[in-house]
């Protein structure tokens, strides 16, 4: 055993196994064993693990009991399941000289394996390693779950394995017309027991890896692959590379590529990476990869991706000198020898060090250039020179600046317009200079045209607009602004034209919003929510038949009315409402108005005409009434409790009943039917009616 132990020294494991992420999901359900299967035309594969650390160790004394209950035949259920037990003695993990042979065949996942099972300790040391967040997550972990994890990891990287580790079963006695229910259940404890229900009907081939991307490096390439669309059927994966444009492919790693992100607190990644190393860079590779199935079995290729990793770019070019001459700035470099072909040179050039770079060299410079003149320098230039590579790649040197002398200052702003709110923000703008070395803006203020005015701006303003603020209540009408441009070199233009503003004479109260309206026997009901400015002093009700209004109430803000109900409305007349809100400046907020005619809620003459029928079972109110001759429309009103009579529904002229099934347990309503009649357009209402619902 020591040997075996040996060989598992210095292998560090990166990843929890497939089948152990299997059992944690299963944990929450009765299934005790996680199962899959692989059929083909003659036999089915079976593959399991047991959900946690307890049931392994058991598994591994009692050992497994593999069922096999036939189902179907022929595309028919059978009457009765045809039972029948595949494994005459329990499945067992073989003993530990017997794993001396799975070593031979399989040493890296043999060794894990056998460790796991029959090792006196089982230690992982992850110093130096890949993936030490992963092994820290190992480390605070009991050795038993340390040895059931890597068991089962082991197992899910290796057939031989799982089948050495009584992990694996093969059915070969199977038939293509039949399809079976499969039970695995540890011995001597037929209640944990995993099922997998599956024929050869059901074999698919195995699918390609989705989406492989190919991102250059420095001398390597990273390749990057879809991993969570086959995460149920892939625990692993083979990375090839082809050196002759496609024609041959060999694996990249010894071993297959495995998940690497499954550890405690994180999120897995939705995508595969691994960075392939390129002995020989500038020539041209290919790239696909395959999955592998715990059964050990390999997947279809994907779509081949091609790419050329080239040589590192690790030389610079460097700008000399500059000279400003009467026909420009004459800018001077150097390139230093480069492990790649040189393709020329751009010069780029910007106002500012962080702003955006501009190429001002209308073709491309040849590889032999080392001299250019700007003809059109900016009163401020930073410069530098971008060499590019045969195959399209660049480097940059670091900036240079010219200054060139300035004494010419900007002209004066010019079409300065601004607005004043009734809070007091003045928006400024004005029309920006054009000049290329603008700085900004400084704006100044003042109460009168002849006043001393005073800088508002703190800093200078980089755009052509300003928000100010000023007081409205004042006796000063008026407000003055005026305001200068600078240059990067802080010349001052002249004073643009000075702006008069009008200030706003007050703010009016808010006005008061209507919550609540409708016409009842009493009259106009109106209810509102009173102006929330602080200096409202009255809520006057006004009323108007065309454009004379009336005022016919007038409530102190003390008073806290809300409502208001107008019992000398005349029925049939429409009239408009609204609420004023008076502050004690005088000035007034009107609410937006609203039109209310008062119906005449006068009777059908002649016997009553409206029924009506408690249907609780059904939970309902049946209403009935006779039609009279000539009706175009009805409209049906409700009251609730003692509340008012309200529009409830609109029917038309020929419907003779309604049902009302928006009701509450224990509510006493009253309703009323309103009939429109076609030859002379009155209206007319039956009379009131009361239910104890």
Not at 242 to 269: M, W, Y
Not at 301 to 322: L, W
């Amino acid at each position: 055993m020591k040997a075996v132990r040996n060989m598992c020294k210095g292998i560090v494991v990166v990843c929890i196994g497939f089948w152990s992420m299997q059992a944690t999901a299963q944990q929450k359900s009765s299934v005790k064993i996680a199962v899959m299967a692989s059929p083909a035309e003659d036999s089915i594969m079976l593959r399991w693990a047991p959900v946690n650390t307890d049931y392994w160790r058991n598994a591994n004394v009692q050992g497994y009991m593999v069922k096999r209950y036939t189902i179907l035949r022929d595309g028919k259920m059978l009457p009765q399941p045809e039972e029948k037990v595949l494994t005459t003695q329990p499945l067992k993990p073989l003993a530990l000289p017997q794993w001396e042979k799975v070593v031979n065949a399989d040493e890296r996942w043999g060794a894990i394996a056998a460790q796991a099972l029959y090792g006196k300790d089982f230690s992982i040391n992850a110093s130096g390693a890949a993936g030490n967040n992963v092994m820290a997550l190992y480390q605070k972990s009991t050795e038993q779950e340390n040895r059931y994890s890597f068991a089962l990891f082991a197992a899910d990287q290796s057939w031989l394995v799982a089948k050495a580790s009584a992990l694996a079963f093969v059915d070969k006695d199977t038939r293509k017309n039949e399809k079976y229910l499969y039970r695995i259940f540890i011995s001597g404890i037929t209640g944990d027991t995993g099922y997998v229900y599956t024929g050869a009907a059901d074999k698919r081939p195995l699918p390609a890896p989705r989406d492989l991307r190919a991102e250059k490096t420095t001398k390597a390439v990273m390749l990057s692959w879809d991993k969570v669309l086959f995460s149920n059927l892939y625990n692993a994966f083979v990375l090839e590379r082809s050196d002759d444009n496609g024609k041959t492919f060999r694996a990249v790693t010894k071993e297959p590529i495995i998940n690497t992100d499954k550890a405690e607190n994180k999120e897995p990644q939705q995508r595969m990476f691994y960075i392939d190393t390129v002995p020989k860079p500038g020539e041209p590779k290919v790239y696909r990869v395959r999955g592998i199935t715990p059964f050990g079995q390999i997947g279809a290729a994907s779509d081949t991706i091609h790419t050329t990793v080239m040589e590192e770019m690790n030389a610079h070019p460097s700008i000399t000198g500059t000279a400003i001459m009467n026909t420009g700035v004459l800018i001077k470099w150097t390139m230093p020898p480069a492990p790649v072909k040189l393709k020329g040179f751009d010069i780029e050039r910007s106002s500012a060090l962080k702003k955006t770079y501009t190429k001002i060299n209308k073709q491309l410079l040849s590889d032999k250039d080392s001299v250019f003149m700007d003809n059109q320098p900016l009163r401020s230039n930073y410069y530098r020179i971008r060499a590019y590579t045969a195959d399209g790649r660049s480097t940059v040197s670091f900036a240079q600046f010219v200054q060139l002398l300035d004494s010419v200052p900007p002209a004066a702003p010019d079409s300065l317009s601004g607005l004043i709110s009734d809070s007091g923000i003045v928006s400024l703008k004005w029309k920006a200079n054009t000049e290329e070395d603008m700085y900004g803006y400084r704006v100044f203020r003042a109460n009168g045209p002849d006043e001393e005015f005073v800088q508002v701006t703190r800093a200078p303003v980089k755009t052509n607009a300003f928000t100010d603020t000023i007081t409205v209540k004042t006796l000063t009408k008026y407000v003055y602004y005026k305001l200068v441009a600078l240059d990067g070199h802080y010349n001052p233009s002249e004073f643009s034209a000075v702006l008069k503003l009008k200030r706003p004479d007050v703010v009016p109260p808010v006005p008061p919003v209507f919550t609540d309206a409708h016409t009842d026997q009493q009259g106009v009901f109106l209810q509102w929510q009173p102006s929330t400015s602080e200096d409202v002093v009255l809520h006057k009700v006004m009323r108007a038949v065309d454009t004379a209004w009336q005022e016919i109430a007038v409530f102190k803000n003390a008073d806290s009315i809300r409502q208001y109900t107008d019992t000398s409305a005349k029925k049939g007349v429409k009239y408009n409402y609204v609420i004023a809100a008076i502050d004690d400046s005088g000035l007034k907020g009107m609410s937006k108005t609203l039109a209310l005619q008062r119906l005449d809620m006068g009777t059908l003459e002649g016997d009553k005409t409206l029924k009506a029928m408690i249907d609780r079972d059904n939970k309902h109110i049946q209403l009935k009434w006779k039609r009279a001759e000539g009706t175009t429309r009805i409209w049906v009103y409700r009251s609730a409790e003692g509340g008012p009579m309200r529009l409830f529904k609109t029917l038309d002229g020929n419907v003779q009943e309604f049902i009302d099934t928006d009701l509450l347990v224990n509510t006493v309503y009253r309703y009323k039917v309103k009939l429109q009649r076609q030859s002379d357009g009155a209206s007319l209402f039956t009379e009131e009616i009361t239910v104890n619902y």
